[in-house]
Structure formats: structure tokens, C-alpha cells
């Protein structure tokens, strides 16, 4: 269990808790997609089993969905402190029926064998996350097989990992149980939204962060545009490639969609995304990195961005960088928990079990925990 900051980078939002904070007020606008643009990401077109289709969600891009509209999850395997949990590609689900009791061991310094809080409220794992069952009638299609689980029902998988719905998502476009955002840090192993792929160009990906689903090139290092040119036409020559690298197009490359090609000179052929020819920043050292935004007139590329926050939001500069703050200017901090258990079930929702929040937030005291961390309340 661990309490972050909620930086425009960082993690995706759960459960959110305010602090207190120094910054100057940043204009939010630049963060989020423009109420007027109804851009959504593209996507590879790909067989589906009949009563699946696919969803275009506002924080995940597009997403494979049931035939209710729910949000279909995978649970990849996750190397932990002392071994690995999850489901292994190619292999029947491990997320059963069987209630667990006890923690294993394998996320804490702590050894195994001690219970678990609320055993008489907890769920199975298949009730939080319950399999998408096959119909008598379905046949394997494409990366779509058939897995039999331990039960003996039939479950569907998609490129060999076992597929389940969320609780937790109530509608379609609902992506409440997990995100396809990794943060790389020392968490449980969690359920991510399982999708098509991106429709772009073979030297790039997209990266799914809070802000939206950003592009990068084939390395991972972010894909930048300038502000100065001109729709399908660079005006970044001289000294401006001394910091910036064009992306640059292939002899045999084509225009596909929204992706276009603009000659920098005679068989120098250069990317645009949405008319914005792109680069790569030279002084990136990291992936998925915001450093070339930084540089007035430079911005990240992104396929869509998140919906902006409610107008009661600021955003804050801070040690971190920008950081989602109240409207007093207080840091937002996102609560984040999962159970050392062989099940790996998040405790960071408010239906979830609140011992290991109030341990270490009020050392078991509710009242000295909701004033250390007041919730932010909604208007």
C-alpha cells in the first residue's frame, strides 16, 4: 500500500485524497482534450467471436468489449519481490472460485500465513472479476482461442491470455478495473484493459498515460510537434536540428488515414499526425518522457487525450513538476492497495476492505486518518 502524488504523468486516479502544497497556478487547458475535438484513436481492424466489439473509451482508447458493452480485462503475470503471480500466457486462468485467507509473502518483506482482514465480507476472485464464459456455439477466431478452466467451463482468451469483465464497470466505455498504464513500480500484480492495436505506422507505438494515450517512437522516446509549422510542411532546419530529430518516413512508406508524409527535401521524407510533421527531442534520456514540452512552442503528440477534470481542479507546479490540486492549491494524492494475497485483489476502492488504508494513514483510528487525509469531495 502506498500514497502518491497525482502528477499529469503519473498514475491513473482511484481513490483521491488531498494535502497540503505550495505551487504557483498552472492553465489546465493544455492537459486535457478540447471539448470541440472528437478525436479518438484508430485502431487495427481484427476478427472478433460474434457478440464482441470494440469500444472507444475516453481514458484507454479503444478497448475489446462484451456483448453487454463491458470492458474485457487480462491479468498478465507480474515478477514481485518473492515470485511472480498472475496468469502465464497459453495457460487456464488462476483467478478461481476459491476464497484466499491468508497473505503469501510475495509482495512484502513479511512471510506468508497471515489472515487476510474482513474474511467473512471477501470475495472469490471470479466474483471480482468474473470470466467471460464461451457460448456452447463459439468457435476460435484469429488470436481468439478457447481455454478450459479448472471448473471445467470454457473461457475465452485473447492472444493467450485469459479474459475477464470488472465489478466494477457498470456501462459500456466503463474502464473502472484497471489501466493499461504501467508505472512501473513496486505494486501487485493488476488487471489491465485488453484492446486492438494502434493504428500507426511500424516506428511507432502509443504509450497510455494519465493525460491520454501519447506517441512514441519504436525505442519508446517520446514524439514531439512544433507550434511553428506549417500544416504537412516542417520549418525546423538549421540550428533547430541541433536539438530536434525529424521522424522520418521510409522510401516505401504511403499516407494511411490521419498519417501523412511531407518531403523535407528532395528524398528526405518526414512523419505528420494530424497535419503536425514530428520529431524526437536529442536531449531525451528517458521514455515516455515530457522534458521537450518544456521548450516553448513544443508539445507531445498525442492520438487522444483524457477529458479534463472537473473546473474545481487546478494544476500546480511543484519540486515533481505539475501536480492536480484543489482549488485552494493543495496537492491531490491517489491511495493506492493491493492484497498480498495469491488473488492479488485491489483494496483501493471503497467497497474494498479499509484496514490497511486506516493502519497506515491513522494507525487504526478512522477520525485521525480523515483529518491527516480529508477525501476530496465532490461539488
Known sequence: ???????????????????????IFVYAQEYWQPVNDPATEDYMRVPMPRGFSIQATPLEGPVFADFQGKTLYRWPLKDLRNGDLGDRRGQASTCTDKIATTNTGLMSPYPGGFELPDL?????????????????????????????????????????????????????????????????????A?????????????????????????????????????????PNKSKCFGDCLKEWRPMLAPETAQPRGVWT???????????AFRGEPLYTYIADTRYRSFLGSDVPGWHNVFTQRVPAVPPEFT????????VLADSRGRSI??????????????????????????AICGGGDIQKCLETWPYVLAS
Open 1 to 23: 500500500m502506498w500514497l502518491q502524488r497525482i502528477t499529469v504523468s503519473g498514475l491513473t486516479i482511484a481513490a483521491l485524497l488531498v494535502g497540503p502544497s505550495a505551487g
Open 120 to 188: 467473512d465480507k471477501r470475495p472469490s476472485c471470479a466474483e471480482v472479476w468474473p470470466p467471460v464464459l464461451v457460448a456452447e456455439d463459439a468457435e476460435a477466431i484469429g488470436k481468439w482461442s478457447i481455454s478450459k478452466r479448472d471448473d471445467g467451463l470454457l473461457q475465452w482468451a485473447f492472444d493467450g491470455n485469459p479474459l475477464y469483465t470488472s465489478i466494477l464497470d457498470r456501462k459500456p466505455g466503463d474502464v473502472n478495473g484497471g489501466t493499461k498504464f504501467d508505472p512501473a513500480s513496486d505494486g501487485p
Open 190 to 230: 493488476v488487471r489491465v484493459p485488453v484492446g486492438p492495436e494502434p493504428n500507426v505506422p511500424p516506428a511507432f507505438k502509443v504509450a497510455q498515460m494519465t493525460t491520454g494515450r501519447m506517441l512514441v517512437n519504436y525505442e519508446g522516446y517520446a514524439v514531439y510537434a512544433w507550434k511553428k509549422d506549417e
Open 261 to 271: 508524409i511531407n518531403e523535407r527535401s528532395p528524398g528526405i521524407r518526414q512523419w
Open 315 to 322: 494544476i500546480q507546479v511543484a519540486r515533481i513538476g505539475h
Open 333 to 358: 494524492y491517489v491511495y493506492n492497495c493491493g492484497d498480498d494475497a495469491f488473488d492479488q485483489l485491489a483494496c483501493d476502492h471503497p467497497t474494498t476492505p479499509q484496514a490497511y488504508r486506516m
